[in-house]
């Protein structure tokens, strides 16, 4: 039975490219000269450091841009709620990385896959939601479904099979 796996994957290779071309020109930009403002990347988020919320907003400003220049997709990032306060007058924003497809996700995209009534099913198996139909025909047509439905959200679709 033909089958495919829907997944929520960022490209990491990307991300890091984006975050150390983030961090050269925090290095080089004259407004962040003699000032504590830094980017990092640690497993999976990214940490923001800088010495005013307001010099927080512009890191962003600048590591969105270059996220967005080496084609990754913005919604991949989780950004934290809450500013954290460091020693004196220092702040640290973090950015997670989400891998994987949450629980609620997965059962929305479930949902949606049972309402189009296509002759497909949807299974969730872990933190990706496996689709299995008779023919390719039909899930192609649960692809297209899938990404004009949840267009939001960067899904990817592997292991396809016949």
């Known amino acids: ?6 997944v ?9 490219n984006g ?7 925090i290095a080089t930009r004259f407004d ?9 990347l640690k497993d999976k988020e990214i940490q923001a450091f800088g010495d005013s919320e307001f010099q927080l907003e512009q890191i962003e400003a600048v590591l969105y ?10 919604s991949f990032l989780d950004k934290a709620e809450k500013i954290e306060k ?11 990385i989400k891998d994987g497809i949450e629980s609620e996700l997965a ?4 949902a949606a896959v049972k309402k189009s009534a296509l002759k497909v099913q ?4 872990g933190d990706t939601v496996r689709i299995t139909g008779k023919n390719r025909d039909d899930l192609q047509v649960a692809i297209a479904m899938l990404k004009k439905d949840m267009a939001d959200t960067p899904l990817s679709y592997n292991n396809f099979r016949d």
């Open 1 to 6: 039975m033909p089958s495919f796996d829907t």
């Open 122 to 125: 949807a299974s969730i198996q």
């Open 65 to 74: 841009a270059k996220l967005t220049k080496q084609d990754v997709v913005i």
């Open 86 to 96: 460091l020693g004196g007058d220092k702040v640290k924003q973090v950015y997670k």
């Open 8 to 16: 929520l994957e960022p490209d990491m290779v990307k991300i890091k």
């Open 19 to 25: 975050v150390d071309n983030s961090a050269k020109e």
């Open 32 to 40: 962040f000269k003699g000032t504590g403002a830094r980017i990092e």
């Open 107 to 110: 059962k929305k995209i479930v």
